[in-house]
């Protein structure tokens, strides 16, 4: 989920045309056929307006590709959000997925924002590289389960990257976050009811962060739903979760 505060235009200003330009670069060992790059305007903690995306074919890393992105700002938030990920898996965009690489401008744990007034070049920025890894345990009856990277050191906020989607127990890996510290959560439903999970505490009181440098690659970030209770809910509360 990606949340910034939002303006529209003031009233009486003319839309135009703006581009954003610049270069995504990658000096990983992930390889993918297509890079995408677009242009978000967030509008909420789940809903995004895709403006504009282009796909490159980047080659083999490492790779350093040139962008330009036109949109039409009208009625757009006045700091938009530049993002990009290296197709890994062949899933396109309707796919994201914990093996593509995915970052954003200008390269660091939190978004930066660009203004739409105007256009802009020289918008240039890396993608991540630092990985995490471990497995997930469902409880009797679960049937998925999303993994959230928070930077803030509740797993309440701060949740920049696309959730990681699991339909069954196993291994699971990231190949794609930015150096910083994390906050790993993951909420499922069970038949019985809603369960949450986080890295070094299964109750989410007092979880264990994870510090990543550039290329770093943390394992045995587990994430066990078996040992923690359910919160009961009711059937409307589920069909609100999944209309």
């Known amino acids: 989920a990606i949340v910034l505060s939002l303006l529209l235009l003031p009233s009486g200003v003319e839309a135009e045309t703006i581009t954003y330009s610049g270069t995504v670069s990658y000096d990983g060992v992930h390889m993918g056929d297509s890079l995408y ?74 978004p930066t924002g660009v203004s739409s007034s105007g256009s ?66 993951a909420d499922g439903e069970a038949k019985q009811g809603s369960v949450e999970v986080c890295f070094g505490d299964p109750n989410c009181e007092t979880p264990t962060l994870i510090t990543l440098g550039d290329t770093d690659i943390q394992t045995g970030v587990d994430l066990d739903f078996s040992v923690v209770g359910t919160e009961k809910i009711s059937w409307g509360g589920i069909k609100n979760r999944h209309p």
């Open 37 to 110: 790059v677009a242009v978000i305007d967030t509008t909420g903690v789940d809903d995004v307006d895709l403006l504009a995306i282009q796909s490159y074919a980047p080659g083999a890393p490492p790779f350093s590709v040139g962008y330009s992105l036109d949109f039409d700002n009208e009625e757009v938030g006045s700091s938009l959000i530049i993002a990009s990920f290296l197709d890994v898996d062949g899933g396109g965009i309707e796919m994201l997925t914990g093996s593509d690489v995915f970052g954003w401008y200008a390269g660091t744990v939190t």
């Open 120 to 185: 802009q070049s020289g918008l240039d920025f890396d993608l991540p590289r630092a990985e995490i890894r471990g497995t997930v345990t469902f409880a009797p009856g679960q049937e998925w389960a999303d993994i959230e990277f928070h930077t803030d050191a509740s797993c309440l906020g701060n949740e920049f990257r696309p959730t990681l989607e699991l339909t069954s127990s196993g291994e699971y890996e990231v190949q794609g976050l930015y150096a910083g510290t994390y906050c790993v959560r």
